[in-house]
């Protein structure tokens, strides 16, 4: 007999569990989490869990605290009998800390994919990584969605001469799928960081002159990255140029840098909730992708078929 998933919410993004709920006809677990006087995290699943099928949708931006509520949540799902319990994390937290890129530092990802594995996760469904490679940081299984059938639909056969840009090396795989979908060419921008989250000099490979160009990555943090990059495609020839990023951090003053930048629009998924509105910026919802990951995987079906589902749900 087929059951029913039961879908919990921890609070880093409540909206969107509920658009999940929304999108399945199902009713949303009740879970009662408190924040104790010295900030210590208490949590209590409302509804019986015994022998169920969890998920737990809490993506992982900062504070720190969310990543702590959502090991909290796992292990009291775990200590509940649950039969499986799925770690549903639309934003995977401390991805960028991947290698030891200088001595004397941390793996962070690595850390991170430990304590979820320990804290009782049977599965981890997650969304554009910063680093695929952090699938093998995991020895539970790792299903892996894309947001590019939210973000294609827009572009697709609705802008001419349109070319995908990468703001880095590291993006060529996803600014190359991207073209694919959209059978648009591909340019590369090489960039040379001074220190974190700071840009010292742009280069352009490629030709961007009288196209109109769509930056894609996976996230977008302090916003100078991008800003830096719109103007030197607009300095190299570029019509217009459109964004397609899907965790938007947007830290410090990020929103108004996009405000006050030439790029036309800025699209990015409701994977963490924005911090703040922007005219620019337009939020595509990731919930039906995530729902329809969630369904397929607590009726055993294949998750690669998502790729291939009804963009008009998305």
Not at 77 to 101: C, E, I, N, W
Not at 136 to 154: E, N
Not at 234 to 262: F, W
């Amino acid at each position: 007999m087929e059951t029913q998933p039961l879908i919990f919410s921890g609070s880093s993004n409540p909206e969107l569990t509920k658009k999940i709920c929304n999108y399945l006809k199902l009713p949303e677990g009740k879970v009662f989490i408190k924040r104790f006087n010295d900030g210590e995290i208490w949590t209590k699943f409302i509804d019986n869990v015994r022998g169920e099928d969890v998920y737990i949708v809490q993506p992982t931006q900062p504070p720190a605290e969310n990543l702590m509520e959502l090991l909290i949540m796992l292990d009291a799902a775990k200590r509940a009998s649950a039969k499986r319990v799925t770690a549903v994390l639309p934003y995977f937290g401390y991805a960028r800390q991947d290698r030891k890129d200088q001595p004397r530092v941390s793996i962070s990802a690595k850390l991170v994919a430990n304590l979820i594995t320990v804290a009782g996760a049977d599965r981890v469904i997650t969304m554009d990584l910063h680093a695929a490679q952090i699938q093998g940081f995991f020895d539970i299984p790792f299903d892996h969605l894309y947001a590019s059938p939210i973000f294609t639909p827009l572009f697709k056969g609705k802008i001419k001469n349109l070319v995908v840009a990468s703001p880095d090396v590291g993006g060529i795989k996803l600014a190359r799928s991207y073209a694919n979908r959209l059978n648009a060419g591909l340019v590369v921008i090489d960039k040379k960081r001074s220190k974190h989250n700071e840009v010292a000099e742009m280069n352009l490979i490629g030709d961007v002159k009288d196209k109109n160009v769509l930056i894609v990555d996976d996230l977008i943090d302090t916003g100078g990255t991008i800003v830096k990059a719109v103007e030197k495609l607009l300095e190299c020839g570029a019509n217009k140029v459109y964004g397609a990023i899907t965790h938007a951090l947007l830290s410090g003053d990020a929103v108004e840098k996009i405000d006050n930048s030439q790029i036309t629009k800025l699209y990015v998924t409701d994977s963490i909730p924005l911090k703040k509105k922007s005219n620019k910026i337009i939020v595509k919802s990731a919930s039906a992708l995530l729902a329809e990951a969630i369904i397929r995987c607590n009726r055993n079906q294949s998750i690669s078929s998502l790729f291939d589902i009804d963009k008009d749900k998305i």
